[in-house]
């Protein structure tokens, strides 16, 4: 099924719509058979009134209270999206006549491209991250690019992983990971949009483009933040 597009805020450029914890039960048990001998039997003349009060029972104050497991660490999410970008980068993008994150993006809930699988994009919105639009100064147009870096645990991790391996993206080895990817061309429109996607250094490096796919730019972003080469 091909993936179709989402407007970046221009009418007639059409969006793409397509798209444990984990319980611990400690279970302790003990058992302990101990034998008792028979005490001799006391001279009922001289024994004392048995108590029929009940044994009042030790309390542990020692004992620790149950501590619940700490939280996975988690990469923090990046301060801003220019210190993600080389000079040269910056400048290449710059060169397609498109600004980083322009007024009107902060602005327009409508701003920005969709992931064609509706799981990724669900998790770009619904987890903490870091987004980043390149596209004109002036308002929507039929050009621009845009990355959420978001920060995973391990378990994120492994649901990203497989659910990109599952797609059926092309993906190739790169950065000490896996990259996955995909374009098409638009023969309506002319124009051409696809995405990249890598889970490196505690982080996925999710984007998305319309006619804008500059080479080399999540490796640039990866290099960035996370040092890997």
């Not at 030790?58 to 501590?67: E, K, M, Q, R, S």
């Not at 996607?197 to 998305?208: D, E, L, Q, S």
């Amino acid at each position: 099924m091909s993936p179709e597009r989402k407007a970046w805020l221009i009418t007639g450029i059409v969006a793409l719509l397509m798209g444990l914890g984990t319980l611990a039960v400690w279970l302790g048990m003990s058992m302990t058979d101990a034998a008792s001998e028979a005490e001799p039997t006391p001279d009922p003349t001289t024994s004392e009134p048995a108590d029929d009060s009940p044994r009042p029972v030790p309390t542990n104050t020692d004992a620790a209270d149950p501590v619940s497991p700490p939280e996975p660490d988690r990469a923090a999410v990046p301060a801003d999206c220019a210190s993600l970008y080389s000079p040269a980068m910056t400048a290449e993008l710059q060169s397609y006549g498109v600004v980083l994150n322009p007024a009107w993006t902060t602005t327009d809930p409508n701003a920005g491209l969709r992931f064609a699988d509706d799981l990724l994009e669900t998790w770009t919105v619904e987890w903490d991250s870091r987004q980043c639009i390149w596209t004109t100064e002036g308002g929507g147009s039929g050009i621009g690019l845009e990355t959420h870096v978001v920060p995973l645990i391990a378990e994120e991790e492994s649901l990203v992983g497989e659910r990109l391996a599952n797609l059926g993206y092309s993906s190739v080895d790169e950065l000490g990971s896996t990259r996955y990817f995909w374009s098409v061309t638009d023969e309506e429109f002319g124009g051409a949009y696809g995405e990249s996607h890598i889970v490196v250094g505690g982080y996925w490096f999710a984007t998305a483009w319309l006619d804008l796919g500059v080479t080399g730019y999540t490796a640039d972003m990866v290099r960035n933040l996370v040092g890997v080469d």
